[in-house]
């Protein structure tokens, strides 16, 4: 798939090199494309803000994503179950790999508007970034709302961050990634990290990021995959009674100097673009290493589709190629 570099401007005015994609899209995209709202109708069929049925929807998203973890397990079936009192998920490691190899790892950060999925629902990504990547990937299964608001998830990820680090793995041979509020996850344990003085991954990988719970306002409500009644009932489980301008809640509002180079990936139809755009301006403006990729049409968290979506694979392969400069210590452009 070709890829061109442009300058573009953010909505502050800050100029941000982006890579950007053909306009031409596959039958596969388009069909999820079109099937996707009738989906999302199903959980939030009204402009007003309901109750969701959180067990449901847990259910639900679990039953979408069998045809990926079936395709991931035909293909790719070395995953393999972890848990302890530190870290509790599921371990994709790339043929040929023993089972113990750690030599660098993917800590994944799996979206779903903090109250659902799971590793499992997201194994058709992991699968894909493991074999990719050639690399371990370690898919945390952390908190979800409402049982556990904030910030209980961000407190599970920094635990298995520092997990992975006492197996004598380097924070250099680290890279943290994640989608939608997975990504905006990942970003916040830089944030937290950072602000502690505690080593730093190699880099990180935000696909989609779902980042900032103050401009849910803009969003619409016939985006592909995220709407403006989803996002307000999920913000108002996650965080309960704390302020949305929290940082550590909505990372892209914090301080965001000091933090190793970020990929961020995002499509021009989803409701999360110009949020992405803005993320990476302000981590550019704030000195950091950005690649900032926009592609074409393609719905929310496209990656998930990897297995059926030649976009979501070539996306994929666009962020591995940059995880793997991370761990090289590459310069990026």
């Not at 302890?84 to 750690?102: M, T, V, Y």
């Not at 990897?306 to 962020?319: I, K, S």
Request: hydrophobic letters at 45%.
């Amino acid at each position: 798939m070709n890829v061109q570099q442009s300058q573009t401007t953010s909505t502050d005015g800050v100029p941000l090199d982006t890579l950007t994609r053909p306009r031409a899209e596959s039958w596969q995209a388009a069909w999820v494309r079109r099937a996707i709202p009738l989906v999302m109708a199903l959980h939030f069929s009204s402009s007003r803000r309901p109750a969701p049925d959180v067990q449901a929807l847990r259910l639900r998203a679990h039953r979408y994503t069998l045809p990926g973890r079936l395709a991931a397990a035909c293909l790719y079936p070395r995953v393999r179950r972890h848990a302890d009192a530190e870290l509790k998920g599921e371990w994709i490691r790339p043929p040929g790999a023993s089972q113990e190899s750690e030599e660098t790892v993917v800590l994944y950060l799996h979206g779903g508007a903090y109250y659902f999925g799971s590793p499992a629902t997201h194994r058709a990504l992991t699968v894909e970034l493991a074999h990719s990547t050639q690399s371990a990937v370690f898919a945390l299964d952390y908190s979800l709302a409402p049982e556990h608001p904030f910030p209980a998830a961000l407190e599970d990820t920094l635990r298995a961050y520092r997990a992975l680090l006492a197996r004598r793995i380097a924070s250099s041979s680290i890279v943290f990634a994640g989608d939608s509020a997975g990504a905006g996850l990942a970003l916040a344990a830089l944030v937290a990290l950072r602000d502690a003085g505690e080593p730093l991954p190699a880099g990180a990988v935000l696909f989609s990021p779902w980042a900032d719970l103050t401009t849910i306002w803009r969003a619409s409500h016939n985006a592909l995959s995220m709407n403006r009644t989803a996002m307000e009932a999920a913000a108002d489980m996650y965080l309960r009674n704390v302020r949305r301008f929290e940082p550590l809640a909505s990372p892209a509002r914090a301080k965001l100097h000091g933090l190793p180079p970020i990929h961020v990936q995002t499509s021009d139809a989803e409701a999360l673009s110009t949020d992405a755009r803005e993320l990476a301006a302000r981590l550019q403006r704030a000195g950091n290493a950005v690649e900032f990729a926009q592609w074409h049409a393609m719905p929310h968290a496209w990656q998930c589709f990897a297995p059926f979506v030649p976009e979501a694979r070539a996306a994929l392969g666009e962020a591995s190629r940059f995880i793997c400069r991370c761990w090289a210590g590459a310069t990026l452009r």
